[in-house]
Each structure stands twice: as C-alpha cells, then as structure tokens.
C-alpha cells in the first residue's frame, strides 16, 4: 500500500482532500506552515521555539516557557493609552 504523494500547492491541507473548499484548506496550510516553522525565542534569541499548545510556548534550548498569539509567538508592545497611564501612576 503506498500513500499518496502531496503537492507543493496542497502542503499539510492535502490530509483534507476535495472537503472544506480551496480557500479554507489554502488559509489552514498558511496557518500550519507559519505555525510549525522555527521562531526565536525572546531570552536567548535562538531558534528554538516550539508550540507546546494554544497560546504556550517553549524554547527547547533554555526552558523558557511563555505565552503568546495561538499560532505564531509575536508578543505584541503595548503602546498607546495603556502605557499612558501606567507612566502618569508612577
């Protein structure tokens, strides 16, 4: 029993087959892709992020755990009347 080859096009999204529609399957492979690449990690700057689950991840050269987006770990700056408020309080 051999498995099915998949395309470049298809990527991950081909476990799907003709189901779901084409811009779904092509936003889910975007998604997967950005998902599983290699990030840095905001401690030691190396590439060794991995996505432990939703939200959580985990650099696997210093054990830094943290929390970020659900599928890329960007931590967004807070900037604007936030941090406003918080400098006036101080």
């Known amino acids: 029993m051999t498995r099915r080859k998949r395309t470049k096009k298809i990527g991950s999204s081909g476990k799907y087959g003709p189901r779901y529609g084409t811009k779904i399957r092509k936003r889910v492979?975007?998604?997967?892709?950005?998902q599983k690449k290699s990030h840095r990690c905001p401690n030691c700057m190396a590439k060794k992020v991995k996505r432990v689950?939703?939200?959580?991840?985990?650099c696997t050269r210093c054990d830094t755990k943290f929390s970020a987006k659900a599928?890329?770990?960007?931590?967004?700056?807070?900037?604007?009347?936030e941090t406003e408020k918080i400098e006036e309080s101080k």
């Open 71 to 81: 599928y890329t770990p960007n931590i967004r700056k807070i900037e604007g009347k």
């Open 29 to 34: 492979k975007d998604i997967e892709e950005e």
């Open 53 to 58: 689950s939703t939200g959580i991840w985990k």
